[in-house]
């Protein structure tokens, strides 16, 4: 059962890589520019100077750096974010040689990390192995004989994390933040999002087709003929289908108050589920908790009468295809190649695999990251960069507070709960304070999908512990290693890992506060900062509650202003018949436009902003701006944007860059921007809410 704590709770800035050009017409009051790029800018040198920044300010500021760095065949997209990785793999692949190669203690760091490394790239083993690393969890689903048999199986399984029928996790409790609660939550779709299932576009039509297509081969992989392989998928596309249609949509699952309903595992049972004695099934992983939040109670109405309406092959086949793809990635090539086939190439649009070295560590990473991100921070994340961030994390708060005081639109007593809000922000900047150990986790040289399981089993292990303990605080859920960032609102904390302050190719010491406060300050500190106002984080207070700390009045006020942007992002249409989900995308839209103004608020206090002096050709704000630009410099295929704006509550990069900066004035100045240029919005449409 699958972890959407990250999902729902932890919002991410994810950042992507371009490049841009000089050559501005300016009004009076904007700064001029030279017309060529100054030899030597690392940032100059990523624009496109053919296309003027009035009318994409996207393609101008990232063309010259896109146009020099096509997609590779290997990938979805390409930008800063996967030349940061990498760095990263090279950085890994070397400790992970080093390990394999010594003859280190059993149990420790470099033993767990040689023996992982070493498995999984020993592909004539894989291939021998076959399926067999699967068989005692397939000989489970074979000897299923009724629906409440499915039910044991998916519970024996969650240990597992493949996650048939539902989702299930412990964390915070919503409402209580200093307690531990189960949750348990609409799941179990291969697609990646309902409305896969249900969207009329053709490029959808085409994905559903190929997604039948897709299971009935991987049956196959099991020793089913094609023609039953076939009837047998399109039933597993007709349950899932089923599933889909009790699930929410995307943007109401931003909704924390409907999504939280708080009951005790015997109403669950009684009122929704009778086939699920949900108090012994908990009992069995040693949870006996006195309560429990489901997200969505229609779904498990729902799912209680499609399981017993469904035969039980049926059941088999979804279960079966559910685990077979969950550790395709970790078994032999014609499985891998198989799970690529769909989920890599028709969803994403990538030609070829990533090198296999590469998908390793990526794995490695999910099962182990937080081993190798305690090697890496020593080696790569000195102790001067982290203060430079830390830094800036202050220099946004201070900016965030003057503008709440400045705001004619929140009445006093919200804006003095606000402030108490934003003063209790916990920044975690670079790597934990405390490292989370790995002693339990068994790693060996058996088989790389046993080491997966293991791993598995040890994250599921370490997530139920967790039930009846005090909140640890301190707790990362990401690596230091990893090219993002995430807002906790039932922690009320931004999370800052290492390597998302990193620009490819450049040392720290070398990127101007201009681009630092555009790249760091604006597209992920105060990006993160603003989710905790966003328009679901807003809804949590100090302590990190969901509780309603707004005057209705101010509450009313904000969700006009929201609705603004979010019908602004209605608008934008990056395929034909295909737009942006404004309602959907508000929290990171939102966050987005606040990112922009902290940052800039920020930037102005600095010595460089009030010097003026050029850089590149460019004045200080032009590199400001530019610096947020390059933070989503990034290219995808049209299979992979379909995908998301289908599922992701992310805009595209280029939306993140032109949706948030035209609403705001100094960009205007900056570049120059009049009406009837294509970046203008006229002051009656554009955004204020910070």
Known sequence: MSNPALNRFVIAAVAAIAGCSPAVTTTNSAPSTTTSPATGDFLAANLDTSVSPAVDFFQYANGGWLKKHPIPASEAAWGIGNEVREQLYVNLRKINEQSAASSAAQGSDAQKIGDFWATAMDTARLEQQGIHPLDAELARIDAIRTPN??????????????????????YQDERKSDAMAVHVSQGGLGLPERDFYFNPDTGVARIRGEYVAHIARTLQLLGRDAASAKTSAQNVMTFETALAKASRKLEDLRDPVANYNKMTPALLTSKYTPSIAWSDRLAAWNLRPDSLIVGQPEFFTALQSLVQATPVPTLQDYMRYQLITSYSPYLGSKFYNERFSFYNRVLNGQK????????????????????????????????????????????????????????????????????????????????????????????????????????????????????????????????????????????????????????????????????????????????????????????????????????????????????????????????????????????????????????????????????????????????????????WMSQQRDEALRSQLLSDVHSPAKWRVLGPISNVPEFYQAFGVKPGDAMYRADSVRVQIW
Do not use: C
């Open 149 to 170: 048999d499915a039910i044991d199986v998916a519970f024996a399984e969650g240990p597992l994390q493949v996650g048939p029928f539902f989702n299930f996790y412990i």
């Open 352 to 631: 070829e695999p990533r090198a296999r070295w590469k998908r390793v560590l990526d794995a490695e990473g999910d099962a182990m990251g937080m081993v190798l991100g305690r090697i890496f921070v020593n080696e790569y994340f000195p102790a001067a960069e982290k203060k430079r961030y830390s830094d800036l994390v202050e220099a946004i708060r201070t900016s965030y507070r003057e503008r709440i005081n400045r705001l004619t639109w929140m009445s006093d007593s919200t804006k003095a709960r606000a402030q108490q809000k934003l003063a209790s922000v916990m920044p975690k900047v670079g790597y934990p304070d405390k490292w989370k150990d790995y002693s339990a986790l068994v790693i060996s040289r058996n088989s790389y999908a046993e080491n997966m399981m293991n791993a598995s089993r040890w994250s599921f292990n370490d997530n139920i512990a967790k039930l009846g303990k005090p909140v640890d605080r301190t707790e990362w859920g990401m690596t230091p290693q990893t090219y993002n960032a995430y807002y906790n609102p039932s922690n009320n904390e931004i999370v800052l890992p290492a390597a998302i302050f990193t620009i490819p190719g450049v040392p720290d010491s070398a990127i101007d506060d201009a681009v630092a406060y555009g790249y760091v300050a604006a597209g992920t500190i105060g990006h993160e900062m603003t989710h905790g106002f966003d328009d679901e984080g807003r809804q949590f207070d100090a302590a990190g509650n969901l509780t309603d700390w707004w005057t209705s009045a101010d509450a009313t006020r904000f969700q006009e202003r929201a609705a603004v942007l979010a019908r602004q992002f209605d608008a934008y249409e990056p395929m034909p018949g295909l737009h942006i989900n404004g309602k959907a995308g508000l929290g990171e839209n939102i966050a987005d436009y606040g990112g922009v103004l902290l940052g800039l608020d920020a930037f102005k206090k600095t010595a460089q902003y009030k010097e003026g002096k050029k850089i590149g050709g460019l004045t200080p704000i032009q590199r400001y701006f530019l610096g947020y630009a390059i933070g």
